[in-house]
Antibody
Framework: EMQLVQSGVEVKKPGESLKISCKAS????????VGWVRQMPGKGLEWMGI????????RYSPSFQGQVTISADESSSTAYLQWSSLKASDTAVYYC?????????????WGQGTMVTVSS | DIQMTQSPSSVSASVGDRVTITCRAS??????LAWYQQKPGKAPQLLIY???TLESGVPSRFSGSGSGTEFTLTISSLQPEDSATYYC?????????FGGGTKVEIK
């Protein structure tokens, strides 16, 4: 079964760093893009960025460029989303997702989401 | 960036009604558009890709159409389990973008 399994709930303080993960299984990790999507409380979906693990080609939404870093580790079939200094406004659920074929296709496999709460 | 504007933002309809959701793009592109359904506390689920192709396992009452700047998602006969928020997403160019969402409620 093809699936993405994300790391668990995080509660952090402003200014702290964080790296959340998205582990792929059931398919060839290096031949599909993996994207990240933010959903703030009670709000809609926002596309953050996407990475191709095969060559680490990474594209960011301008809204998130410089605010987060997306990476991938082929050896563990895991994609990551990280922050160097969290803000309260980073409080959200973060989803990873894989498109059906390439980046220009619908995302058919989603992780279960990682809830991140940033509060002093 | 391509901005996606969905309308309406919410709709309340009865079981059996036909519901249509529209997504307008700020610039024209082909058929690289997807539709998703999201229920509270759950990850989005792909319904339609390439503007009009039904994802495997999705009920046939869902359909998509359009190209250029206007796309539609239609639920031909609304069912209680269709209560959810629906999003469009353009996959024509980076950055990929979502519409603001349409909440569908059952009367």
């Amino acid at each position: 079964e093809m699936q993405l399994v994300q790391s668990g709930v995080e509660v952090k303080k402003p200014g702290e760093s964080l790296k959340i993960s998205c582990k792929a299984s059931g398919y060839s990790f290096t031949t599909y893009w993996v994207g990240w999507v933010r959903q703030m409380p009670g709000k809609g979906l926002e596309w953050m960025g996407i990475i191709y693990p095969g060559d680490s080609d990474t594209r960011y939404s301008p809204s998130f460029q410089g605010q987060v870093t997306i990476s991938a580790d082929e050896s563990s079939s895991t994609a990551y989303l990280q922050w160097s200094s969290l803000k309260a406004s980073d409080t959200a659920v973060y989803y990873c997702a894989r498109p059906r074929s390439s980046w220009d296709d619908g995302f058919d496999i989603w992780g279960q989401g990682t809830m991140v709460t940033v509060s002093s | 960036d391509i901005q996606m504007t969905q309308s309406p933002s919410s709709v309340s309809a009865s079981v059996g009604d036909r519901v249509t959701i529209t997504c307008r793009a700020s610039q024209a592109f082909g058929s690289w558009l997807a539709w998703y359904q999201q229920k509270p506390g759950k990850a989005p689920q792909l319904l339609i890709y390439a503007a009009s192709t039904l994802e495997s396992g999705v009920p046939s009452r869902f359909s998509g159409s359009g190209s250029g700047t206007e796309f539609t998602l239609t639920i031909s006969s609304l069912q209680p389990e269709d209560s959810a928020t629906y999003y469009c997403q353009q996959a024509n160019s980076f950055p990929l973008t979502f519409g603001g969402g349409t909440k569908v409620e059952i009367k």
